[in-house]
């Protein structure tokens, strides 16, 4: 079994927990994992087995850091549930670092898997999105956390923005429609008309939604190159144990199949060549980028120093074939008659 | 004639009929026509506010953020329970006596956040009354489940609310809630509940198989604006009778409820929304597509 195939088993048991592990764990808050999660788990889905770090950020931010200076309090007391919540979200982003987008997120998932019925139904697949426009949409990822996760609701908790601002990066947030939908709960796809503010950023929301699940059909991992949470574990990608490692050859700069093969268009792993840790701001530690290299430990995933996955050339050449298997089954492929052995002579 | 007056006054009496087992289903005598009900609520005063993650009061749309008193105590009421004695429990099944003095009472500053119980008891001569109402709480983390409080035996007879409203819900018009009857700790079928609330809906169920009972919330209120917040909660409560070898016991649930957001979201415009947006990203993806042949060309 090749490491993309371990990858889709534990991104469909760690959806099945995210979406559904509430029988599993317990329905309550105090129930759930961590409330702390470095991935897209919705607090707004009732079944979830663990909750996104983000919704505990928002609140904290408007509810304590924003009303306690709005109320001249102690600054640190209003910070402290900030830090735990940065504390736990710490442990687990230590070990597993920003594998949590690559093979946790239930978002992240989801997109792979429209990526792979795309494909099937033969539509024809974006390889590369281009640089530029990968370079002008990567800032984007940072302004939503910097307004939507801290400034808005610092600025709703000291009364400057509407009451409806405590979590707006929830309001448009994609895995809070898709988790609820995902047990039969229609209450998130909807246009909020309590007033212009809930109007607005629903129907921002809700447009969205359809724009990744349509992009996500031809273009590997649109709403991921946006994503805030993409931005907060970049902000600590030093500290995971889990890495990818580079140990650059002369072949590297004339290859560049890592670079094609990275679901987030990061080319400079490919032309990195001082650098020996390639986890770039946009990485998700899928991994993919070393199944591709056929050049013998040039590309790794270390875990703590200890190389867990190496690339080497016995490995791409089955790799390579296998994808080649896997991309040539399409719908079309299966509707076409068997050419019978007589027929052909 | 005579034949069709037989069949007139076939129909009247069939229609009587039907009118009076009508009636009986509805209102069944025993639960409706009972004394006032022992119940705990919350004093008028408070209404208006709304209520997130269970306590916090926030002011109406455009006030200035209130202080936040971390650990308040909160003010209820205790209706038609002279004479009970009040129990707040904590969610590690600690308790504590409250005193109460003319039905209105304010429940401690609690040592931790999460919901806790208020459990309100009497007995007047073979008769046993508990009214119980959960109330979320600020303090430092607690790390009990509140499954553990709502099931633990606080009373003899009660409605365990299954579950009680987590962070992000509340109870709300025209949702299902899940509630299950327990004596003595266990589940008890076959039990006739009443939900009523203060807008004046009457609905009644019986408990089936573990003791479940399910209501569908009425979406009562008189007026509703536009928003959570400008809707202030109005009060629910459940009510279930029991009699067990020469003792009669009586149980009230009691919660706020709030109105149905249903009201001012619009399911039909957010698939169209959605809609658009699958368009907008087809034609994107579109373009992109043409853009390669283009170059390939
Ligand atoms: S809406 Fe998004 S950010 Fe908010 S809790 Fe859900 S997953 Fe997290
Ligand atoms: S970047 Fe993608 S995989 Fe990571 S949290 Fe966001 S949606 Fe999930």
Redesign the interface.
């Known amino acids: 079994m090749n490491l993309s195939a371990i990858r889709k088993l534990v991104q469909i048991a760690a959806f099945g927990f995210m979406v559904y592990g509430s029988g599993l764990i317990?329905?309550?808050?105090?129930?759930k994992f961590s409330n702390a999660l470095p991935a897209l788990s919705c607090?707004?889905n009732?079944n979830t087995g663990d909750y996104c770090t983000l919704i505990p950020f928002q609140h904290q931010m408007a509810?304590r850091v924003?009303?306690t200076i709005?109320?001249e309090?102690n600054l640190l007391q209003g910070l402290i549930p900030t830090l735990?919540t940065l504390g736990t979200f710490l442990i687990l982003f230590v070990i597993l670092s920003k594998a949590f987008c690559g093979w946790i997120c239930p978002l992240g998932t989801f997109q792979e898997l429209l990526s792979m019925i795309g494909q099937k139904l033969g539509?024809?697949q974006?390889k590369s999105v281009d640089e530029k426009v990968v370079k002008r949409i990567r800032p984007v990822k940072w302004l939503v956390l910097f307004f939507l996760v801290f400034f808005l609701p610092i600025l709703t908790?000291?009364?400057y923005a509407?009451?409806d601002l405590v979590d707006p990066y929830c309001k448009i947030c994609p895995s809070r429609?898709l988790t609820t939908l995902a047990n039969g709960n229609?209450?998130q796809?909807?246009?909020?008309?309590?007033?212009p503010v809930?109007m607005g950023f629903?129907?921002f929301g809700?447009?969205?939604?359809?724009?990744?699940?349509?992009?996500a059909?031809?273009?590997r991992q649109?709403f991921c190159r946006i994503c805030p949470m993409l931005a907060m574990n970049a902000t600590f990608r030093k500290l995971g144990l889990l890495k990818l490692t580079k140990n650059a050859s002369s072949r590297c700069e004339k290859c560049g199949l890592c670079a094609k093969a990275c679901p987030m268009d990061i080319r400079e792993i490919h032309t990195e060549m001082v650098k020996k840790d390639v986890t770039f701001e946009d990485c998700t530690l899928c991994g993919r980028c070393v199944e591709f290299c056929p050049d013998k430990n040039v590309l790794q995933l270390k875990y703590a120093t200890i190389p867990i996955f190496s690339a080497s050339s016995d490995y791409f050449k089955k790799r390579k074939k296998a994808q080649k298997a896997w991309e040539k089954v399409t719908l079309a492929s299966l509707k076409q008659p068997t050419v019978q052995p007589e027929a052909k002579s | 004639m005579k034949t069709i007056q037989q069949a007139s006054m076939y129909s009247l009496s069939i229609m009587l009929l039907c009118g009076f087992l009508g009636a009986v289903a509805i209102t069944p005598d025993a639960i409706a026509n009972t004394a006032p009900r022992m119940k705990l609520t919350k004093p008028s005063a408070t209404g208006g506010g709304h209520q997130l993650h269970g306590g916090?009061q926030?002011g109406k749309?455009g006030a200035?953020?209130q202080?936040?008193r971390r650990g308040a105590g909160k003010q209820l009421l205790l209706e038609n329970g002279e004479g009970a004695t009040v129990e707040f429990w904590a969610p590690d099944l600690g308790f504590q006596e409250i005193k109460v003095e003319g039905g209105r009472f304010s429940i401690p500053k609690p040592a931790v956040d999460?919901y806790h119980a208020v459990v309100a008891e009497r007995q007047q001569g073979d008769l046993k009354q508990a009214a119980v109402r959960y109330e979320y709480m600020r303090g430092k983390?607690?790390?009990?489940?509140?499954?553990r409080l709502a099931a633990a035996q606080k009373t003899e007879f009660e409605i365990e609310p299954a579950?009680i409203p987590?962070?992000?819900?509340r109870y709300m018009a025209n949702k299902k809630w899940d509630f299950i009857l327990r004596f003595k700790g266990k589940p008890l079928s076959g039990v006739p509940v009443v939900l009523e609330t203060s807008q004046g809906s009457h609905i009644e169920a019986v408990s089936g198989d573990a003791g479940l009972v399910q209501f569908i919330i009425p979406d009562d209120f008189p007026e509703v604006k536009?928003?959570?917040?400008?809707n202030p909660p109005a009060e629910l409560s459940l009510f279930a009778k029991y009699k067990a070898e020469s003792t009669r016991y009586e149980t009230t649930l009691s919660a706020a409820y709030y109105v149905d957001?249903g009201h001012?979201?619009?399911?039909g415009?957010?698939?169209a929304?959605?809609?658009?947006?699958?368009?907008?990203?087809?034609f994107?993806?579109g373009i992109?597509?043409s853009n390669?042949r283009g170059k390939k060309q």
């Open positions: 317990g329905y309550y808050t105090v129930d607090a707004f009732h509810h924003g009303e709005a109320n309090g735990i539509l024809q974006r908790g000291l009364g509407s009451h429609i229609t209450d796809l909807v246009v909020d008309q309590a007033n809930t629903s129907i809700d447009f969205l939604f359809g724009l990744m699940i349509a992009l059909l031809t273009v649109p | 916090q926030h749309q200035q953020p202080p936040r999460n983390p607690s790390s009990e489940s509140p499954s579950p987590r962070e992000h819900s536009l928003g959570r917040r400008n957001p001012w979201r619009s399911k415009l957010g698939v929304v959605a809609g658009l947006g699958l368009l907008a990203g087809g994107i993806g992109g597509r390669k």
